[in-house]
């Protein structure tokens, strides 16, 4: 079992920044994607940015591209997700999920079907 807890969640000023942190603990795999998902009152959850553990690679939603940046400190576990330019439509809950292996295609890393643990959430709402 993989264990996820986010953090740095809260209350941000539209134009402002937030950085999201997303710990694993337990049992890792040698080769595997973190995402990061999140989901506003009334809406399906949706994809906002995912990386690739082993190289690095990033993936992003369109809606996200130029504003948010997903990193990874691999001595702490921690994937970092730093969002600048915050609008209030970034209003919702956002979770770091977890892939039991590497995906097996370049879509899987957008679907949140491809993601087996998942944490609690953090929640961001962004005011204006």
């Known amino acids: 079992q993989v264990q996820l807890v986010e953090s740095g969640g809260g209350l941000a000023q539209a134009g402002g920044s937030l950085r999201l942190s997303c710990a694993a603990s337990?049992?890792?795999?040698?080769?595997?994607?973190v995402g990061w998902f999140r989901q506003a009152p009334g809406k399906e959850r949706e994809f906002a940015a995912a990386i690739s553990w082993r190289d690095s690679t990033t993936y992003y939603a369109d809606s996200v591209k130029g504003r948010f940046t997903i990193s990874r400190d691999i001595a702490k576990n921690t994937v970092y997700l730093q969002m600048n330019s915050l609008k209030p439509e970034d209003t919702a809950v956002y979770y770091c999920?977890?892939?039991?292996?590497?995906?097996?295609?370049?879509?899987?890393?957008?679907?949140?079907?491809?993601?087996?643990?998942w944490g609690q959430g953090t929640q961001v709402t962004v005011s204006s």
């Open positions: 337990g049992r890792t795999v040698a080769r595997y994607a």
């Open positions: 999920a977890h892939t039991i292996g590497t995906p097996g295609s370049k879509s899987d890393y957008y679907t949140s079907a491809a993601y087996a643990y």
